[in-house]
């Protein structure tokens, strides 16, 4: 077990860092006592103390020193500040994980004086349910301890592969974003069986049913998803008639160009960017 004996800080107990906490004790990834949260408020805290039995602090500094993996789970802009505040303090043994969206790993590397492992990491919303799916960068100090240390932390909401950073704006565009295509393709699908007399609750019910179960499918078999349309798809059958007026419509182009303006739009926030 990579997690075994080490200690996890995360730094800010808000949505993010709540999930990553529920995740980790909840899986049994690690003991409540290997675990704590720092955040600047004490009433955030109070309630991820009584919620989840871990301990917690209201400095970042404390945590820093314990922690064998600090996770900075700040919003981007609050980066700066906090990495100035604990970067003096860190050492090659702990391991710095990011989750800002955007930050690049050389700005966290610059506030440390030593060689201390960064990795960079892209999660999402899912995660609050232990269904995120996360990538991860290695930073130029990180290796594969650092890299069995993230997947450990991360599987505990999800999935989580590993790309180079340079990659991170595409998973952003894909995975990132992603959760909003699809909520946006369970509404139409079940608008599309409301129009065509199914009671709109029976609707969403099995509108994100349907898409929780292709998705399974995909993971469950390995096969290509091309596969498993030509294996539900009977010739002259309701499934032709359904697949062909997606393609008519472009449904398939407009997905491709969604994750790609995602991905740019991901590049230029990243160069400071606003409009
Ligand atoms: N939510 C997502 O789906 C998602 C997906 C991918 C990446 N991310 C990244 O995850 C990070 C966290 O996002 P989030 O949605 O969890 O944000 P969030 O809910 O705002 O959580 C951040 C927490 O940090 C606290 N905080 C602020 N300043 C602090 C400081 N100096 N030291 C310690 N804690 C401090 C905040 O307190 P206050 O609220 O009182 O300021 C808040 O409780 C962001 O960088 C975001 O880019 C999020």
Redesign the pocket.
């Known amino acids: 077990m990579p997690l075994t004996g080490l200690k996890v800080g995360l ?7 709540e999930a990553l906490a529920t995740g980790l004790v909840k899986s049994g990834a690690i003991p409540q006592t290997d675990l704590v949260v ?4 004490a009433e ?1 805290l109070r309630w991820l103390e009584e919620t989840l039995g871990i301990r917690t602090f209201q400095e ?1 500094r404390p945590l820093a020193n314990k922690a064998d993996i600090v996770v900075l ?4 802009d ?2 700066a ?2 990495m100035e505040e604990i970067g003096p303090i860190l050492h090659p043994g702990q391991t710095v994980v990011s ?5 690049p790993i050389s700005i966290i590397e610059k506030h440390i004086p030593r060689p201390v492992p960064v990795v960079r990491v ?4 899912p ?2 349910i232990g269904e995120g799916a996360s990538a991860y960068a290695l930073g130029s100090h990180a290796g594969s301890r650092d890299a069995a240390r993230v997947e450990a932390v991360f599987t505990s909401v999800g999935r989580t592969v590993a790309v180079e950073e340079s990659l991170l704006d595409a998973v952003t565009g894909l995975s ?1 974003s992603g959760p909003a295509y699809v909520y946006m393709m369970v509404e139409a699908l079940a608008d599309g069986a409301v129009k065509m007399g199914l009671p709109r609750e029976t609707a969403l019910l099995l509108s994100a049913q349907t898409v929780l179960g292709a998705a399974k499918m995909v993971l469950a078999t390995g096969k290509h998803p091309a596969e498993l349309k030509d294996r539900v798809t009977t010739p002259g059958g309701t499934t032709a008639a359904g697949l062909f007026v997606l393609e008519q419509r472009g449904v398939r182009a407009a997905l491709i160009e969604a994750v790609s303006a995602a991905t740019e739009r991901s590049q230029e926030l990243s160069k400071g960017k606003k409009t």
Do not use: F, W, Y
């Not at 730094?11 to 860092?17: D, F, P, R």
């Not at 789970?73 to 981007?76: M, N």
């Open positions: 730094i800010g107990g808000g949505a993010m860092g720092s955040d600047v408020s955030r970042n789970a700040v919003k981007p609050v980066v500040p906090v989750i800002a969206a955007g930050v892209m999660p999402n919303t995660c609050l990132g």
